[in-house]
């Protein structure tokens, strides 16, 4: 009895013994883990980068800017390289550079401010005025406009490398924003508290799902983010939506799963990222038909759900055929590509701008045509680029966004036109582009265009999209004069 008893105790001590030292190094651990994500060296490096691309650019910005006009001192200089080209010989020379020099160098000063403006009754009233002065004006006017010529390619290849080098500076400034926010995202993960953790862990365990750290990710708005490292017991075969089944009952919230994640889960540990679900989900269509006796559609158009929102872009090249395509398809891959890599919608498009503003001499410009749709708030922000009225159907009536500004592709500091609209379920998105509207009734495009979106009653956006294309070609018998693109987005909740 004796030794059942002293064995039970030497067991009981052994079991003692094991949990404090779980405890102690688990929690030595723990320790070690959250070190690696205390802002320490590696974060203040990440700034120390970022901090050197703003001062690059702000060093890029800082260097002389865009001029339309010639300064004084390059006015100047034109009319003395004319005045030693024409007046070296002339007998009057003294008389018009030396006692009239301020009548002369107003004059000349007047003749090259109307050649700068290019009107020509202001170009002819000046030359008379100097032909009135001197007795070799037109030879005089004529050396004057060939300088002229010249100088003034030289300020617009001056104004070209100025534009490249703002470029250059709102990518950096960009870039590092994106290494800020980089730095700032990397630090937000802490381990997840140890009893929300041993829940997840319980919990899972019964669905032979295994855990091995579960980190979670401050966010604003207050959404649920966390990371989870499990594999599924050998022999098991355990769905992704068993598992945020069971999620979704702990946190009291829908929870999903991050769309790159697998269906089913391995036997080998993955770490996946897990949040709360959106209230709104998107079903798009479109419908298109290419200008008459061309092949190809120079409008091109992205539907992309980025997890939080949605994205919708649409862009049309200048012109039709390959070559219009070639230009709004370089767009819309260019801003797919930025706004994956966490760049916003502004500044994706800022970007895009900049590319295509760099490689301006190919004569490349698009318009840009962007709705994000926020898929927890239904908010949707809109921005545009020499774009077409977008069209909003609710119940029974429609709203319009519209724009006035360029498109991209035109002048560095384009000005994007935006702004951000509540869309509320069963709500449609209906993008077009310039060639529908041109095909309805002149000074009525927009009036019409909303009483053919009234007027039909389709529910399914491809279906919708279709029909106003039809109603739309009956306008010009049925031929496209330009490229047609309807784009139709439904927003309902989930």
């Not at 490398?161 to 709102?170: D, F, M, P, Q, S």
Request: some cysteine; proline content about 2%.
């Amino acid at each position: 009895m004796r030794t059942v008893i002293f064995a039970m105790f030497v067991i009981g001590v052994l079991l003692i013994l094991r949990d404090m030292a779980k405890i102690v190094f688990l929690g030595r651990k723990r320790k070690r883990e959250a070190l690696q994500f205390d802002g320490g060296p590696q974060r203040e490096q990440m700034e120390r980068y970022a901090q050197s691309f703003q001062r690059l650019a702000s060093t890029f910005y800082a260097m002389p800017v865009r001029r339309e006009s010639f300064t004084e001192q390059e006015t100047e200089r034109i009319l003395g390289e004319t005045e030693k080209a024409v007046c070296a010989r002339c007998a009057k020379r003294e008389i018009c550079w030396k006692r009239q020099r301020y009548q002369s160098a107003q004059l000349g000063n007047n003749l090259i401010r109307a050649l700068e403006g290019g009107q020509q009754e202001e170009i002819m009233a000046a030359q008379g005025a100097w032909f009135d002065l001197c007795q070799n004006g037109a030879r005089f006017a004529e050396e004057l406009g060939h300088i002229f010529t010249r100088e003034r390619q030289n300020l617009l290849w001056n104004n070209r490398l100025i534009e490249g080098r703002l470029a250059v500076a709102e990518q950096l400034g960009e870039v590092s924003r994106i290494m800020q926010q980089v730095a700032n995202d990397i630090y937000s993960i802490t381990l997840a508290p140890a009893d929300r953790e041993e829940q997840v862990r319980k919990a899972l365990a019964r669905k032979q799902v295994l855990v091995k750290q579960m980190w979670m990710l401050d966010k604003p708005q207050g959404k649920i983010q966390f990371f989870l490292t499990l594999r599924a017991r050998s022999g098991q075969c355990v769905t992704l939506r068993e598992v945020t089944k069971i999620l979704s009952g702990i946190f009291g919230s829908p929870i999903a799963a991050a769309r790159e994640s697998r269906v089913v889960l391995s036997r080998e540990f993955t770490t996946m990222l897990f949040k709360e679900d959106v209230n709104f989900q998107v079903l798009t269509g479109v419908a298109r038909i290419t200008r008459e006796a061309e092949s190809v559609s120079g409008d091109n158009y992205l539907c992309s759900n980025e997890g939080d929102s949605f994205l919708l872009c649409l862009s049309d090249g200048c012109g039709s055929g390959m070559e219009a395509c070639r230009e709004s398809e370089s767009v819309v891959e260019l801003l797919e590509m930025f706004t994956a890599s966490g760049f916003s919608r502004e500044t994706a498009a800022k970007m895009v701008n900049s590319a295509l503003v760099l490689q301006r001499s190919e004569g490349m410009f698009s318009t840009v045509d962007i709705c994000s749709l926020d898929l927890y708030t239904g908010i949707c922000e809109f921005l545009k680029a020499g774009a077409a009225t977008t069209f909003i159907k609710r119940d029974h009536w429609v709203e319009t966004v519209s724009s006035t500004s360029l498109a991209v592709g035109l002048v560095q500091e384009l000005d994007f036109e935006s702004t951000s609209k509540k869309l509320y379920d069963g709500d449609y998105l209906i993008m077009v582009t310039d060639g529908v509207l041109d095909a309805l009734p002149p000074q009525r495009e927009e009036e019409v265009m909303k009483e053919l979106i009234l007027e039909n009653t389709s529910t399914a956006p491809k279906e919708l999209g279709r029909a106003l294309l039809e109603r739309v070609l009956s306008y010009s018998g049925y031929r496209a004069a330009d490229d047609m693109t309807i784009l139709v987005a439904g927003i309902w909740k989930k």
